[in-house]
Nanobody, 125 residues
Framework: VQLQASGGGLVQAGGSLRLSCEAD????????MGWFRQAPGKEREFVAA????????YYTDSVKGRFTISRDNAKNTVYLQMSSLKPEDTAVYYC???????????????????WGQGTLVTVSS
């Protein structure tokens, strides 16, 4: 499975961007698909995920109310709409698929099997 991420760029604080991640197929073992990010010198962290089947969504606290994850099943594509962006949102954003999602905790990188290339999001102050 190949994942193609796009949509990163430079935006001013308070602005918006939409990231897209298209999968070339959807023969996954698990239903989770989502986004992680990694800032310079920091570990990769979970941002948001969605269950392909149910549409349930998961967010890390720092992006709740500002980011929205959605899916288009017909296009095998997941989107991350990012609004009210802050400088601390600056990072390389990675799309991930074939992920396990849990009710009791947010997923980590180890819960996902397929990864796309990163797309850089830079938020200027």
């Amino acid at each position: 499975v190949q994942l193609q991420a796009s949509g990163g760029g430079l935006v001013q604080a308070g602005g918006s961007l939409r990231l897209s991640c298209e999968a070339d197929e959807r023969t996954f073992s698990y239903y989770g698909m989502g986004w992680f990010r990694q800032a310079p010198g920091k570990e990769r962290e979970f941002v948001a995920a969605i269950n392909w089947s149910t549409g349930s969504t998961y967010y890390t606290d720092s992006v709740k109310g500002r980011f929205t994850i959605s899916r288009d099943n017909a296009k095998n594509t997941v989107y991350l709409q990012m609004s009210s962006l802050k400088p601390e949102d600056t990072a390389v954003y990675y799309c991930a698929a074939d992920g396990r999602l849990f009710r009791t905790r947010l997923p980590g990188p180890a819960d996902f099997s397929s990864w796309g290339q990163g797309t850089l999001v830079t938020v200027s102050s």
